[in-house]
């Protein structure tokens, strides 16, 4: 990828992100708080420093460290249950305290859509954008396996974490405006282990400019999938929205050379 072009794409999600803040539906009342904000925000600390640290660990391993341990099982490729996806899952439920009175389960968002003409636009216009990405940069075809595991990791774990979890619990403590605004922040600051010494640090070449354009890249994606949750009160239209961003161009590389 050349360097400019991440950049650009940049760019595009900034806009994207004040389009649907400021254009496309509108945003309820904020959530009621149910904990005090010190402890709200204790959880968003501590769940965000640990799965920072486990990537961290991971990227370490996979990259310099290959002596390390690291729980992993790999069922079949792509399939692979490790530390980092089973605390996805394990720590909303934690997080939400799903036994007790106080529950934030409705909060995690697993419901229907409260606006359905806006979350149909939020999707048009992410769908035309993973086109339009297509169409500059190409996409990687991909395995029927790789499509459906990608329905689990990374789309639906990471939404779980930064915006059933992260998202939800700063807009109690912040508001609305400075939830996504956060939560879009934390969500790109996780991929840093990937981006500068990890996956995509070698996948681009060890190119700092890249890799900080993909970060830029993940704080705005970021705060679009925060706007979306928000204003939907949905996890299912971010998390499609993640999915389309991920892999609508590998979808279309691997139909083209099918053909």
């Given at each position: 990828?050349?360097?400019?072009?991440?950049?650009?794409?940049?760019?595009?999600?900034?806009?994207?992100?004040?389009?649907?803040?400021?254009?496309?539906?509108?945003?309820?009342?904020?959530?009621?708080?149910i904990?005090?904000?010190?402890?709200?925000?204790?959880?968003v600390?501590?769940i965000?420093g640990?799965?920072?640290?486990?990537?961290?660990y991971?990227?370490?391993?996979?990259?310099?460290?290959?002596?390390?341990y690291?729980?992993?099982?790999?069922?079949?490729?792509?399939?692979?249950?490790?530390?980092?996806?089973?605390?996805?899952?394990?720590?909303?439920?934690?997080?939400?305290?799903?036994?007790?009175?106080?529950?934030?389960?409705?909060?995690l968002?697993?419901?229907?859509?409260?606006?359905?003409?806006?979350?149909?636009?939020?999707?048009?216009?992410?769908?035309v954008?993973?086109?339009?990405?297509?169409?500059?940069?190409?996409?990687?075809?991909?395995?029927?396996?790789?499509?459906?595991?990608?329905i689990?990791?990374?789309?639906?774990?990471?939404?779980?974490i930064?915006?059933g979890?992260?998202?939800?619990?700063?807009?109690?403590?912040?508001?609305?405006?400075?939830?996504?605004?956060?939560?879009?922040?934390?969500?790109?600051?996780?991929?840093?282990?990937?981006?500068?010494?990890?996956?995509?640090?070698?996948?681009?070449?060890?190119?700092?400019?890249?890799?900080?354009g993909?970060?830029?890249?993940?704080?705005?994606?970021?705060?679009?999938?925060?706007?979306?949750?928000?204003?939907?009160?949905?996890i299912?239209i971010?998390?499609?929205?993640?999915?389309?961003?991920?892999?609508?161009?590998?979808?279309?590389?691997?139909?083209?050379?099918?053909?």
């Amino acid at each position: 990828m050349a360097d400019y072009l991440i950049y650009i794409q940049v760019a595009s999600l900034v806009a994207i992100a004040l389009l649907f803040h400021k254009k496309i539906g509108n945003y309820p009342e904020k959530l009621v708080q149910i904990r005090s904000r010190r402890k709200e925000l204790l959880d968003v600390m501590i769940i965000w420093g640990i799965m920072f640290i486990v990537l961290t660990y991971l990227m370490l391993r996979a990259f310099y460290f290959p002596f390390l341990y690291y729980p992993s099982i790999t069922i079949i490729t792509p399939i692979r249950i490790d530390l980092y996806l089973i605390l996805s899952f394990i720590l909303p439920v934690l997080a939400i305290r799903y036994w007790s009175s106080q529950s934030e389960m409705s909060n995690l968002g697993f419901k229907k859509p409260n606006n359905w003409l806006a979350s149909l636009l939020f999707l048009v216009v992410m769908i035309v954008f993973s086109v339009v990405t297509f169409l500059l940069v190409g996409g990687n075809s991909l395995s029927l396996i790789s499509f459906i595991w990608g329905i689990i990791t990374p789309a639906l774990s990471e939404e779980l974490i930064s915006r059933g979890i992260f998202t939800s619990k700063l807009e109690r403590i912040y508001g609305i405006n400075k939830a996504w605004l956060l939560s879009g922040i934390l969500f790109g600051l996780l991929h840093i282990p990937n981006d500068f010494f990890g996956y995509f640090w070698y996948l681009f070449g060890q190119n700092f400019i890249v890799s900080l354009g993909l970060l830029l890249n993940q704080i705005a994606t970021g705060w679009i999938l925060g706007i979306v949750f928000i204003k939907t009160r949905s996890i299912l239209i971010p998390f499609s929205i993640h999915y389309i961003l991920d892999f609508l161009p590998a979808i279309i590389q691997t139909i083209i050379v099918a053909l």
